[in-house]
């Protein structure tokens, strides 16, 4: 079972709560009160030290981190799932941010914002101090150790929290030094690409303190593979489209120099094979380790958010609860699978399944199925995790949040190496194999069929399309549409596809089942008569065993197209607005991208 790092994050945001206030805030008393826990006494030592640092890793959960809003509702819609529908929409809320109807009143944008500058503010005390502690260069060798990896640990972070505000707002102020140094309380913006190089600058050091994960005890605790995944991530959004203060997506300069920097970060992490490899099994990464509370053990998870459990809307995750399968009607499942999606996949593919899921658990256990229009995310799904909640009301249930898989780091060296190159080379070629030939272990003709690429357009379109079958439902599909400027196109050409679904009057559509059938009497899993991918069983299985369910139906068009990206705005709908009481807030910032 995983080491339950948060489970000390009360005592550690407390103790940095203090700090704050202590540090950051004009001092109106002289006297203190007794609660009181100065930075003297906070970097005195080691254990406090960590405490603090905890305290930096505490701005990631919860409600306004990873739990729900950043993983949840930020990334979508995208070309593979659609965010809650249905009513009230307009909402001024959770509906409006998926739909792209989002304005600056909405009440799901000032909390998430403001805590990741929490999450900067804890973690700058921490790059303030921990360097002038006096173990930290005459230490013993154990004390030098651990305070260079809580350095490199805050440094890490900073760049986490910086790179989801930068990814989902643009231009926004930089801070880099605790708030009592700074005597510039308002803020303007700072370009983007002066933020992203500053945090690959920060990485670069990082990498150079933090041990790799065997070097250490093995936890949710950033290591060094971490830190160069991360930097990768940022480099590839650094030299990527973004939407800029003049309304226009605009590549980052010198692109090629950070798309070096990513097959480079990459090329490290793959040849530590020790330290980083694929599960052989896709579900596994999900059922047996991310549902079951575990740590996956090959280290493909190079990077995940720890939740503390325990039902704390401030450092829990709502995965399980607000998205995937329902269980006697219990549960959100409030994120969508799109059909188009489902059927991106060739029917041998292993994630399909994982990813897919189309069925509800009912009281008695047995299974009952959904529509193509009403199919959910599955990697966390409610029945696989363990210990068991399938009868639970509860909304929290302790998920860790995947931020980086070594998978996203083969691909990612796979489409870097092919910019460099105008081309994929044998390794490029060779790593995007690499993950599809687990996806296919079962039917591996299926590679030599089907196989690379090997022109730059050709091999770019399949990385396109091979993170979103193999990254599907982890946060990152927009942002790589951003990136790559595909995220209008792709939004049109999946409304145009749904169209065609719902419609069923064109090739492949009017030749795939209406109706699809399940046995309704098995608690074992869920068993559907036919193919999805030929036409209907004829003759309809009896009706005591089997139960129909629409599949392809023009339904489509009321769950989903109705309320699917309805309102996305090309030059403007690629960015969030900041929340108007961030405006209020700060006299020098200005609303820009068109709110």
């Not at 005597?183 to 670069?204: A, E, G, Q, V």
């Not at 489409?415 to 039917?443: H, K, M, Q, T």
């Not at 022109?455 to 790589?480: M, P």
């Not at 098995?522 to 003759?539: D, E, H, I, Q, R």
Request: proline share 4%; with cysteine.
């Amino acid at each position: 079972m995983k080491t339950r790092l948060q489970k000390k994050w009360l005592v550690s945001a407390l103790v940095i709560t203090a700090i704050l206030f202590a540090v950051s805030c004009k001092k109106y008393l002289d006297v203190k009160p007794v609660s009181y826990f100065d930075t003297e006494f906070t970097f005195d030592n080691v254990n406090n030290a960590q405490k603090a640092v905890l305290g930096a890793y505490a701005s990631a959960g919860g409600d306004n981190g990873y739990g729900i809003r950043i993983s949840m509702y930020y990334p979508l819609d995208d070309d593979i799932m659609m965010g809650q529908g249905g009513t009230p929409y307009p909402d001024n809320e959770r509906r409006d941010i998926a739909h792209y109807n989002v304005t600056p009143t909405n009440t799901q944008l000032a909390a998430p914002f403001n805590q990741l500058y929490q999450g900067i503010e804890r973690a700058n005390l921490c790059i303030y101090y921990i360097p002038q502690m006096p173990q930290y260069t005459s230490g013993t060798n154990a004390e030098q150790s651990q305070l260079k990896r809580l350095h490199g640990e805050a440094l890490t972070l900073r760049a986490l929290y910086y790179l989801e505000l930068v990814r989902n707002w643009g231009d926004v102020p930089a801070q880099w030094a605790p708030s009592f140094s700074d005597n510039d309380f308002y803020k303007s913006k700072t370009d983007r690409d002066t933020i992203y190089n500053h945090l690959l600058d920060d990485l670069k050091t990082a990498e150079t303190l933090v041990p790799w994960r065997t070097e250490v005890a093995i936890d949710e605790r950033i290591t060094q593979g971490a830190v160069r995944a991360l930097r990768a991530r940022i480099a590839l959004y650094r030299g990527g489209y973004s939407l800029r203060r003049s309304k226009q997506m605009v590549r980052g300069s010198n692109h090629l120099t950070y798309y070096q920097i990513a097959k480079e970060e990459c090329a490290a992490i793959m040849s530590r094979r020790d330290q980083h490899k694929l599960n052989t099994s896709y579900q596994s990464v999900f059922k047996d380790n991310i549902c079951a509370h575990r740590i996956e053990t090959n280290g493909e998870v190079l990077f995940e958010i720890a939740m503390a459990g325990g039902s704390s809307a401030t450092g829990d995750s709502k995965l399980g609860y607000y998205n995937g399968t329902r269980y006697n009607n219990v549960g959100n499942s409030a994120l969508t699978v799109l059909p188009s999606y489902f059927y991106a996949f060739d029917s041998t593919d292993s994630r399909r399944d994982v990813m897919c899921a189309i069925y509800n658990v009912n009281s008695n256990g047995t299974f009952a199925g959904r529509t193509a229009a009403t199919m959910v995310d599955g990697k966390f799904r409610r029945d696989w995790i363990t210990p068991s909640v399938v009868g639970s009301a509860a909304q929290y249930f302790g998920l860790n949040w995947p931020v980086i898989r070594f998978s996203d780091v083969l691909l990612m060296f796979a489409e870097a190496d092919n910019e460099l190159n105008n081309g994929p080379s044998a390794d490029a070629i060779s790593a995007y194999n690499e993950v599809r030939a687990r996806a296919f272990a079962a039917n591996p003709s299926y590679l030599t069929n089907n196989p690379a690429p090997t022109t730059y357009s050709g091999f770019f379109n399949a990385i396109v399309q091979e993170r979103a079958l193999e990254l599907g439902g982890e946060g990152i599909r927009k942002y790589d549409l951003i990136r790559w400027n595909l995220l209008g196109t792709k939004l049109a050409e999946t409304k145009l596809t749904l169209a065609a679904m719902a419609a069923r009057t064109t090739a492949p559509w009017n030749t795939y089942p209406t109706t699809m059938y399940y046995n309704k009497l098995l608690t074992s899993g869920l068993v559907w008569a036919g193919s999805f991918y030929k036409p209907n069983v004829t003759p309809a299985p009896a009706t005591s065993t089997f139960t129909g369910v629409n599949w392809l139906h023009s339904s489509i068009n009321s769950t989903i197209s109705l309320y699917y990206a309805v309102s996305f705005t090309p030059n403007k709908s690629e960015l969030l607005p900041l929340a108007q009481s961030v405006l209020d807030g700060n006299r020098n910032l200005t609303q820009d991208y068109g709110y």
